[in-house]
């Protein structure tokens, strides 16, 4: 009997070595498959050998237009920076004013914290 599953066992891991074996195979195949579809694609090529001028025509166009709006914008830049300077101390004094804000809320849970405690008191009424 222990022959017999010594035997049995010896097969078992042939049939194991060999399946491992074939997966690797398969495996293997597998990788060349996907391989060769990958290099079989043909990629379509564009011709931008005349893109340069365009790009040069472009930017000469967009300088003159930057030129002529220069000073327009110049001004409009001036108008803009006063206006956020004055933004600017309103936001302060604003912040001057929520951190009052911020005490009093503060201080007036502080009174509610003692109001409750004086009416849970029994002795205090």
Do not use: C, H
């Not at 604003?94 to 007036?108: G, H, M, R, S, Y």
């Amino acid at each position: 009997m222990p022959d017999l599953i010594n035997k049995l066992s010896s097969y078992a891991a042939l049939i194991g070595v060999i399946g491992a074996i074939g997966g690797g195979f398969y495996a293997w195949g597998e990788f060349n498959t996907r391989l060769s579809a990958v290099e079989n694609v043909s990629y379509e090529t564009t011709d931008l050998s005349g893109i340069t001028d365009d790009i040069k025509e472009l930017n000469e166009k967009i300088n003159d237009r930057v030129n002529a709006l220069g000073a327009s914008q110049e001004e409009d830049y001036q108008s803009l920076q006063e206006a956020m300077r004055s933004l600017a101390g309103a936001l302060e004094s604003l912040k001057a004013d929520i951190a009052i804000n911020a005490k009093a809320i503060e201080f007036n849970g502080i009174k509610i914290e003692e109001a409750i405690a004086r009416s849970e008191n029994p002795l205090a009424n």
